[in-house]
């Protein structure tokens, strides 16, 4: 397989770039203030690793591979569709932490090695998510004071 074209590189980053461009406007542009400090310090922050990246990729300074295989692709299908269920409908129709909760578990089940026939498997991906969402709770809630989607649940 041969590396991606140049112009390949260019085309993606440039739209990467323009996406955490209108993030970071979206997320400066909102109110109250202090409910978007948190996405307004990670909007910034991939803001400008998107647009650094465009600009290697205009100067031609960039290492580029050889891009996703189709195998790849086809193991990483099943978690795509998860996050796109999960980013355009779970996350506010379910609420945040029970719409994460859920996604994570089916990640976990979906990647997870160990046989599904075997119950300590399914104990340890239990235990693997409550602990995920402890954290995601204590980070979210409690540490920055993020403003989360809230529907049904909570």
Same mark, same amino acid.
């Given at each position: 397989?041969?590396?991606?074209?140049?112009?390949?590189?260019?085309?993606?980053?440039?739209?990467?770039?323009?996406?955490?461009?209108?993030?970071?406007? !979206?997320?400066?542009?909102?109110?109250? =203030?202090?409910?978007?400090? +948190?996405?307004?310090?990670?909007?910034?922050? @991939?803001? $400008? *690793?998107?647009?650094?990246?465009?600009?290697?990729?205009?100067?031609?300074?960039?290492?580029?591979?050889?891009?996703?295989?189709?195998?790849?692709?086809?193991?990483?299908?099943?978690?795509?569709?998860?996050? !796109?269920?999960?980013?355009?409908?779970? =996350?506010?129709?379910?609420? +945040?932490?029970?719409?994460?909760?859920?996604? @994570?578990? $089916? *990640?976990?089940?979906?990647?997870?090695?160990?046989?599904?026939?075997?119950?300590?498997?399914?104990?340890?991906?239990?235990?693997?998510?409550?602990?995920?969402?402890?954290?995601?709770?204590?980070?979210?809630?409690?540490?920055?004071?993020?403003?989360?989607?809230?529907?049904?649940? +909570?």
């Amino acid at each position: 397989m041969s590396d991606l074209p140049r112009s390949q590189h260019i085309i993606a980053s440039g739209l990467i770039a323009g996406v955490g461009i209108s993030v970071a406007y !979206i997320s400066f542009t909102q109110e109250p =203030a202090d409910a978007f400090v +948190f996405p307004r310090l990670i909007s910034s922050v @991939f803001a $400008v *690793l998107a647009i650094w990246t465009f600009a290697k990729a205009i100067l031609g300074r960039t290492k580029v591979g050889n891009g996703i295989s189709s195998d790849a692709m086809r193991k990483m299908l099943p978690g795509l569709i998860v996050a !796109i269920i999960y980013v355009f409908w779970a =996350a506010k129709g379910l609420g +945040f932490y029970t719409a994460t909760t859920i996604a @994570f578990f $089916v *990640l976990v089940s979906l990647y997870d090695p160990a046989p599904h026939s075997d119950i300590k498997s399914w104990i340890k991906r239990i235990l693997i998510t409550a602990g995920f969402m402890a954290v995601m709770y204590g980070l979210f809630a409690a540490l920055l004071n993020v403003f989360t989607p809230r529907e049904i649940f +909570f």
